[in-house]
């Protein structure tokens, strides 16, 4: 037995000079998976997709974390320190194969390469300085999260992570959770950043619809006709159909255009949080 193992290459004895050998298998570097494996997938149409694949992977004894993108078609998996390749990323590939998706693996650097990613995002939302101040404190919280740079004039946020910890995916999901919306930038995230410019204008002109005649029917007509105009016209139970006007009005106003205000105020108070929307809401 001792004879056949100092043949094999594969194995070498630690203690020549002892009575009883010590005997180890030496693994080569170059079977080592690297601490990040990427893979191309084809298949995906959804995010039911991407939840399938993740749940299938992140099972597996050897992964530390997954994330897939559907938009790239690309998935990175990390893995433990000193698991076995290639037969890791094989393991991987079949698994995928097996639910119906194809995967294909796609070379990456070593693991002493693998330290910070740098990704941006598009927020929503942001009003005030203060407004940049409540992301930039509770993302500084997040694990794996090691700088936050947030530009309120283009409404960017540069961050640096380290990607065994934070996902992309959760960072914009914890910008939600306090009354924002994130998103990754497009290709054309220019254009679309310009075309939005245009929705404050949209928005007032829309409200400025329904608010002119509650302005005229409350400041104006009451000069011209008199306090009785509001009683004109009665439908029921002493509602008349002036204020039935005014009432239909105001609410489109607050309700549909003045929602996003309410919705981020709600989101701030119950993170203990003051921000414009709440100024607004009041």
Same mark, same amino acid.
């Given at each position: 037995?001792?004879s056949?193992?100092?043949?094999?290459?594969n194995?070498?004895?630690?203690?020549?000079?002892?009575?009883?050998?010590?005997?180890?298998?030496?693994?080569?570097?170059?079977?080592?998976?690297?601490?990040?494996?990427?893979?191309?997938?084809?298949?995906?149409?959804?995010?039911?997709?991407v939840?399938?694949?993740?749940?299938?992977i992140?099972?597996l004894?050897?992964?530390?974390?997954?994330t897939?993108?559907?938009l790239?078609?690309?998935?990175?998996?990390?893995?433990k320190?000193?698991?076995?390749?290639?037969? +890791?990323?094989k393991?991987?590939?079949?698994?995928?194969?097996?639910?119906?998706?194809? %995967?294909?693996?796609? %070379?990456?650097?070593t693991?002493?390469?693998?330290?910070?990613?740098?990704?941006?995002?598009?927020?929503?939302?942001?009003?005030?300085?203060?407004?940049?101040?409540?992301? !930039?404190?509770?993302? !500084?919280?997040?694990?794996?999260?090691?700088s936050?740079?947030?530009?309120?004039?283009?409404e960017t946020?540069?961050?640096?992570?380290?990607?065994?910890?934070?996902?992309?995916?959760?960072?914009?999901?914890?910008?939600?959770e306090?009354?924002?919306?994130?998103?990754?930038?497009?290709?054309?995230?220019?254009?679309?950043?310009?075309?939005? +410019?245009?929705?404050?204008w949209?928005?007032?002109?829309l409200?400025?619809?329904?608010?002119?005649?509650?302005?005229?029917?409350?400041?104006v007509?009451p000069?011209?006709?008199?306090?009785s105009?509001?009683?004109?016209?009665?439908?029921?139970?002493?509602?008349?159909?002036v204020?039935?006007i005014?009432?239909?009005?105001?609410?489109?106003?607050?309700?549909?255009?003045g929602?996003r205000?309410?919705?981020?105020?709600?989101?701030?108070?119950?993170?203990?949080?003051?921000?414009m929307?709440?100024?607004?809401a009041?």
């Open positions: 037995m001792s056949s193992r100092r043949q094999n290459p194995y070498k004895n630690l203690a020549d000079d002892d009575d009883v050998g010590v005997i180890e298998l030496a693994i080569s570097s170059d079977d080592i998976a690297p601490q990040k494996l990427m893979f191309d997938i084809t298949g995906m149409t959804c995010s039911n997709c939840t399938t694949i993740e749940n299938c992140k099972v004894d050897f992964v530390n974390s997954v897939v993108c559907l790239t078609e690309k998935m990175t998996v990390f893995v320190e000193g698991t076995p390749y290639p037969d +890791s990323a393991t991987i590939t079949d698994e995928i194969d097996d639910i119906g998706f194809e %995967a294909s693996e796609i %070379a990456t650097p693991q002493s390469s693998v330290t910070t990613n740098q990704i941006q995002l598009l927020i929503q939302g942001m009003t005030c300085t203060s407004c940049v101040q409540t992301i !930039q404190n509770h993302l !500084q919280t997040i694990p794996g999260i090691q936050v740079s947030i530009n309120l004039l283009t946020a540069t961050l640096t992570i380290n990607p065994t910890q934070a996902h992309t995916r959760d960072i914009i999901s914890q910008i939600e306090i009354g924002f919306t994130a998103t990754l930038p497009s290709p054309t995230h220019t254009t679309s950043a310009q075309s939005q +410019s245009h929705s404050p949209r928005s007032f002109f409200c400025a619809c329904f608010g002119a005649p509650v302005t005229i029917i409350n400041m007509l000069l011209l006709i008199g306090e105009f509001f009683t004109a016209m009665p439908l029921f139970n002493g509602i008349s159909l204020l039935l005014i009432f239909v009005c105001s609410t489109l106003v607050q309700c549909l255009f929602s205000f309410i919705k981020g105020a709600w989101v701030a108070v119950k993170h203990k949080n003051s921000n929307d709440v100024l607004v009041m």
